[in-house]
């Protein structure tokens, strides 16, 4: 018998300490949404404040990771906002993942949609947190900003990667098409982690750059990285405005010539800010 | 070096996010009045949108302690061994045996059978535990003592019969399971019985609510007095 | 036989209540139930998201006419494409000599717009985040009608096979290989885009004020 088969009864499930439903949670999740027996909205009630509690946790331990990039009070303010970079996206896609699962002829309750995605979202910062040593080992040797910007992106697509998968194992068999449902939801929710992390930026600050908790909201996250894109090349000089309903009655920066800059003189840390994350 | 806390300017921003938090107050107010443990009544400031089935769902599911009667495990072997059975012929056949809300429907009429002989057991055996008191037998004691012993035997006696109805069903998951493997041999031609069957034991199943609830009607009458 | 316990005894530990989840499906997904009808409130509520989603839209848009004109802009597009080619499909399916009916090819096409009204409904938080916190408001929308588009589309063939694959013999129920039947899915597929995409330039057009 396996040693490490663990149970996903009712009893064992309900008693387990967050250490043991972290094992769960690694191993096989799927487990705890494909039981028969048991009713899933009992099981919601019992697991979601564990699974968000291993979301904030895993998700702060990250961002205190990323945090330490610029250090201060950028270990806090980055630790807060992680884990609120791996929720909003779920909240905000999901019931476009159930629309598009319907439209697939796979209708599946809320709660075990509900159930599916907080187990994907811990599983995810679970996994975030795992890889926080290698990532603050690469940060400690102070890499350039934008590589760093990028060590922390690549390493949540990597974690993202078993989170979705997660979510998709946890779904209920059946349908038609479903392939043409997980691409969509994979696009949104793509596009969602993208925006969110743009908005709820910075968190990773260079280390002579102010700290913030939130930049204004201006701008998006395309048009920023297509600005990286051009910086790299020499290209300087992109405005960010106050963009949206929310962001319009911000006050513009200064305008930028937008030509060639003499990579020898130094920008503003204000202006070096105007880059991703 | 200080850092600098940047607060949105736009209230419509500010708005939306009190809005959220506000929402969420009030999913965590509902929630800790239906009874809910404080981890989930906490997790309802930040999550309520995926609680949405928990807040407005059901509230028995957490306002009585579930017992698991003297008939549980046989239900859970029963019924799995019929999921089974009709897997493994779904697997072979296009046709569908069986709707899981059937199967659903099956099984929560079971439990609940199970659940009410349960509770008999217990009332039985609080009526058991409860003695008069021996030292002063006086007239009212006495009466006491004969609505009890009358209680007793009636509710056994529903008991019993309940148990046995629900004995029968359980023996019927068998039979079903026979035609469904008879049904694997044979192909579509045999679908029909096995929905027949299928279909007496929802009518038995159903059957068992009445029996049950008319058997705890009369086994109250006697206590009426005391 | 289970008699009663002898002395007051319960089970030391509860499991959680093992009512079955019987509101959720189980995990054998039910194929198009071509047979039920189509209930007023789903189609209703098709219409409501599309109009949803393009109010979500309205925003981001820089001024109050074209966030007015924005509203409806969805709706427009997607009624608009299945009014004008259901018509010819119902023609050239009968003319063709097809099995199916009148009336299940028409209520095979209502439920695409249902579930498309449905994607629609779905995509509204999305496009109400990207309204709220960046100018690109449009482009999302443009995204969320391309996704309503695709899956109308996807859906309305496999509800019209699913007629067409029943309105056949029972012999013949598990073939569809009427290259007819093929070819005009292909055809109403390619002329729904195809007027889609003209009806939205001048949606565009009059959203824009031009």
Known sequence: MNSHATSTSPASVSSTSLLALTGLLLRSPERLVDDHEVDLQARLIELAPKLLALTLIGGAAFGVVVGSYRGSIQYLYAGLKAPLLLLLPMLVGLPALRAFLAACELRLSWTRLALASLLAVARTAVLAAATSPVLWLYLSVHPDYHRAVLAMAGTLIVVGVPGLWTLTASLPAGGRNRPLAHAAALAVFGVLLAQTGWLLRPFVVRPRAEIALFRPIEANVFSSLRATQQAASGRYGWEARGAGLLGRDVAEPAELPFEAVDPQVELEPQQQEQGVF | MLAILWISRSTVALALVLGYFGAGAAASMRLARRGHALGLVASAWIAWPLLISVLFGAAELRSRTPIVGPFGARISQGLASLRASLAEAQSESPLELASQGQLASLELALRQADDRVASVDRLIAELEATQPDSTQPDASTREFERSRQASLLTLRSAREHAADELEQVLAMLLSVRVQIGLHALTSPATVAPVRERLAELETRVAALAELSSFDAGRAALPLEGC | ?210
């Open chain 3, 1 to 210: 036989m289970h008699g009663p316990p002898a002395s007051p005894s319960y089970p030391p530990s509860y499991p959680p209540s093992y009512v079955p989840a019987f509101a959720a499906p189980g995990p054998i997904a039910t194929p198009t139930d071509i047979s039920l009808p189509l209930r007023s409130s789903a189609l209703i509520g098709a219409l409501a998201g599309l109009i949803g989603l393009g109010s979500a839209a309205a925003l981001g848009a820089p001024d109050l006419t074209a966030g007015l004109r924005l509203i409806p802009s969805v709706l427009l597009v997607e009624l608009g494409s299945l009014a004008l080619t259901t018509p010819a499909l119902l023609a050239l399916h009968q003319f063709f000599g097809l099995d199916a009916s009148v009336e299940d090819l028409a209520s095979a096409l209502a439920r695409a717009l249902v579930r498309g009204g449905q994607v629609a409904a779905g995509l509204i938080l999305v496009v109400v985040g990207f309204a709220l916190t960046t100018d690109l408001a449009i482009p999302a929308l443009l995204a969320a009608l391309l996704a309503v588009g695709v899956f109308t589309s996807v859906v309305g063939c496999v509800e019209l096979a699913a007629v067409e694959r029943r309105a056949k013999s029972a012999a013949r129920a598990h073939e569809l290989d009427d290259a007819r039947f093929t070819l005009l899915l292909i055809g109403w597929s390619i002329l729904s885009w195809a007027i889609a995409l003209r009806i939205g330039l001048h949606v565009a057009r009059w959203v824009i004020g031009s």
